[in-house]
């Protein structure tokens, strides 16, 4: 798959990025590098291995993750008790894009 430079262009200005045609021409080489691996990745034979969900296998004495244990959530009031500006029960922030 191509990518080109106009798409890099498009995606470069929804993610409010200032690239030089340097940059561009490099970012649309690297993606089809990436593409092409990816590619490759789908022609390899996977017959007879069964799907993951995830990549930790059932090894209690090994696993790092901690047992769930449901608790109550924490509540709008206490996520913004140490809030430096709230209201209306949401965080306030300054504005960071100028669109």
């Not at 990816?38 to 069964?50: A, K, Q, S």
């Not at 799907?51 to 709008?76: F, I, K, S």
């Amino acid at each position: 798959m191509k990518i080109t430079e106009k798409e890099v262009r498009y995606v470069a200005d929804l993610a409010n990025l200032k690239l030089s045609e340097l940059e561009i021409a490099q970012v649309a080489h690297n993606l089809d590098e990436i593409l092409a691996h990816m590619d490759r990745l789908g022609e390899i034979n996977t017959d007879g291995v069964e799907p993951m969900a995830q990549v930790l296998y059932d090894a209690p004495e090994t696993a790092t993750l901690r047992d769930d244990v449901p608790r109550p959530p924490l509540g709008n009031d206490a996520a913004l008790a140490n809030a430096p500006l709230a209201g209306a029960g949401y965080f306030k922030v300054p504005r960071v894009i100028e669109r």
